[in-house]
């Protein structure tokens, strides 16, 4: 079979029933998430699909290298904040292995649109790590109209360099987006796959929609918006975002590349204060389900057959693993994966493997491990068992009624930890807010 091109869909601080797809309500202007209710729709929609981590540079560094994050010590910073700029050690090592340098080395054009969060240049950079395009922000968050990071630096940047460009970063993104896709669509190029990896910072902070631009001023000397946003502006910078996909759609169908294009969806980590969870506790920061369980959506004419659901237990760093296989690139020997491909889901949804899956947290000392139907979960030194398949509330502690079970799951979080670094004395947590800002969830 040719080999698909490859889009790489990654929103911030989704909530896991943020989509109309995955339960979430109506706003008062209607669905929130059409496009994408529609690319589950005519594809697959994943409803026990993990990210590595429940805060977003972690989980970026498992996504560029198809392995567990633990192992590089940028990621152990929960997350990178903008006070690292000039670090040398906070970022994405250019001579580690990357999805897009593996790509690249197998043909593909690689092009990065959106945000970065691995470091800042010139030690670290997209184009440092495999992707022959970049534009988008290097910081973890932005203001969408100054594209300003929170240390109050502008923030945005065409490959290598800072650029100027007005506009709401969002539609900035779309747009650029489709630019790309239709320049892949030039016959010239003789059919060399594309990947794209399209990095929204939407829904994160700050709460701005496309009409709220007199915010930008308000909140340049915190992005983290405290006294701001509500649940309507929320849903509709979900909404901008999804129209800005359905354009990526659009240009993809006109220039005749829809069916032999994977679009893969997801979020960096659970959701953040205006998000939707249900049935999930817990958000952006927990190893709770809210944390870490987040939408995966496939779509595939050619290969993935409309309407399916699958309940396969997955990883961001398998997604990796997964467009590595099909894109016929080679892992490097000298950095085995982590990650588990998932090719064969694509191809027939019905089936499943038993996939175990480890997560730590220097915040809250948390711990989680999920195999089968049950997860073992340790925050604040308090350990909990539970069966997420009837109980994905996370409010049935089985734990003294299973204690035998409870050991056996913990004793194989203590053996997998083992075989990871141990997190760093210097590792920084990031809250940004904390109880004496909002009641805890």
Same mark, same amino acid.
């Given at each position: 079979?040719?080999?698909?091109?490859?889009?790489?869909?990654?929103?911030?601080?989704?909530?896991?029933?943020?989509?109309?797809?995955?339960?979430?309500?109506?706003?008062?202007?209607?669905?929130?998430?059409?496009?994408?209710?529609?690319?589950?729709?005519?594809? +697959?929609?994943?409803?026990?699909?993990?990210?590595?981590?429940?805060?977003?540079?972690?989980?970026?560094?498992? +996504?560029?290298?198809?392995?567990?994050?633990?192992?590089?010590?940028?990621?152990?910073?929960?997350?990178?904040?903008?006070?690292?700029?000039?670090?040398?050690?906070?970022?994405?090592?250019?001579?580690?292995?990357?999805?897009?340098?593996?790509?690249?080395?197998?043909?593909?054009?690689?092009?990065?649109?959106?945000?970065?969060?691995?470091?800042?240049?010139?030690?670290?950079?997209?184009?440092?790590?495999?992707?022959?395009?970049?534009?988008?922000?290097?910081?973890?968050?932005?203001?969408?109209?100054?594209?300003?990071?929170?240390?109050?630096?502008?923030?945005?940047?065409?490959?290598?360099?800072?650029?100027?460009?007005?506009?709401? +970063?969002?539609?900035?993104?779309?747009?650029?987006?489709?630019?790309?896709?239709?320049?892949?669509?030039?016959?010239?190029?003789?059919?060399?796959?594309?990947?794209?990896? +399209?990095?929204?910072?939407?829904?994160?902070?700050?709460?701005?929609?496309?009409?709220?631009?007199?915010?930008?001023?308000?909140?340049?000397?915190?992005?983290?918006?405290?006294?701001?946003?509500?649940?309507?502006?929320?849903?509709?910078?979900?909404?901008? $975002?999804?129209?800005?996909?359905?354009?990526?759609?659009?240009?993809?169908?006109?220039?005749?590349?829809?069916?032999?294009?994977?679009?893969?969806?997801?979020?960096?980590?659970?959701?953040?204060?205006?998000?939707?969870?249900?049935?999930?506790?817990?958000?952006?920061?927990?190893?709770?389900?809210?944390?870490?369980?987040?939408?995966?959506?496939?779509?595939?004419?050619?290969?993935?057959?409309?309407?399916?659901?699958?309940?396969?237990?997955?990883?961001?760093?398998?997604?990796?693993?997964?467009?590595?296989?099909?894109?016929?690139?080679?892992?490097?020997?000298?950095?085995?994966?982590?990650?588990?491909?998932?090719?064969?889901?694509?191809?027939?949804?019905?089936?499943?493997?038993?996939?175990?899956?480890?997560?730590? $947290?220097?915040?809250?000392?948390?711990?989680? $491990?999920?195999?089968?139907?049950?997860?073992?979960?340790?925050?604040?030194?308090?350990?909990?068992?539970?069966?997420?398949?009837?109980?994905?509330?996370?409010?049935?502690?089985?734990?003294?009624?299973?204690?035998?079970?409870?050991?056996?799951?913990?004793?194989?979080?203590?053996?997998?930890?083992?075989? $990871?670094?141990?997190?760093?004395?210097?590792?920084?947590?990031?809250?940004?807010?904390?109880?004496?800002?909002?009641?805890?969830?």
């Amino acid at each position: 079979m040719k080999r698909p091109n490859i889009i790489f869909i990654v929103a911030d601080d989704l909530g896991f029933a943020d989509l109309g797809c995955y339960g979430g309500r109506e706003a008062e202007f209607g669905p929130v998430s059409p496009v994408l209710d529609q690319l589950a729709a005519h594809g +697959l929609r994943m409803t026990e699909g993990y990210a590595n981590s429940p805060v977003c540079s972690p989980t970026r560094f498992a +996504l560029m290298t198809a392995r567990y994050q633990y192992r590089l010590r940028g990621a152990a910073d929960e997350p990178i904040s903008s006070k690292s700029k000039g670090s040398t050690t906070l970022g994405l090592p250019p001579e580690h292995p990357t999805l897009p340098s593996l790509l690249k080395q197998a043909g593909y054009h690689t092009a990065l649109i959106g945000k970065w969060h691995l470091g800042y240049p010139p030690i670290f950079s997209p184009l440092q790590s495999g992707y022959d395009e970049f534009f988008g922000p290097m910081s973890g968050g932005v203001d969408y109209f100054s594209h300003c990071s929170n240390n109050g630096t502008h923030d945005l940047y065409l490959n290598e360099t800072e650029h100027n460009e007005e506009g709401y +970063l969002t539609d900035l993104l779309s747009r650029r987006s489709v630019d790309y896709v239709r320049r892949m669509a030039d016959p010239a190029r003789k059919g060399q796959p594309f990947f794209l990896s +399209l990095h929204y910072t939407a829904p994160h902070w700050p709460w701005e929609t496309r009409d709220d631009s007199a915010v930008a001023h308000q909140v340049k000397g915190n992005l983290f918006h405290l006294e701001g946003g509500n649940i309507h502006t929320y849903r509709r910078m979900i909404h901008h $975002m999804d129209e800005g996909i359905g354009w990526v759609v659009d240009a993809l169908r006109e220039t005749g590349q829809i069916d032999n294009t994977l679009i893969v969806f997801t979020s960096d980590n659970g959701g953040e204060r205006f998000s939707d969870n249900w049935p999930l506790v817990g958000g952006k920061m927990d190893l709770t389900e809210g944390g870490i369980r987040v939408p995966w959506i496939a779509h595939w004419p050619a290969v993935i057959p409309p309407g399916s659901v699958s309940e396969q237990h997955c990883l961001t760093m398998d997604w990796s693993a997964t467009l590595l296989e099909l894109g016929g690139a080679t892992p490097a020997a000298s950095h085995p994966l982590d990650g588990v491909s998932l090719a064969a889901v694509l191809r027939e949804p019905s089936q499943a493997f038993e996939r175990a899956m480890f997560w730590r $947290m220097n915040h809250r000392g948390q711990r989680a $491990m999920r195999q089968g139907p049950w997860k073992y979960l340790r925050v604040d030194g308090n350990d909990y068992l539970f069966n997420i398949s009837a109980d994905a509330r996370e409010r049935a502690n089985l734990a003294t009624r299973d204690p035998d079970r409870l050991a056996a799951m913990r004793q194989a979080w203590e053996d997998w930890n083992t075989s $990871m670094p141990p997190i760093p004395e210097d590792a920084t947590i990031s809250l940004g807010y904390s109880a004496k800002d909002m009641p805890q969830r």
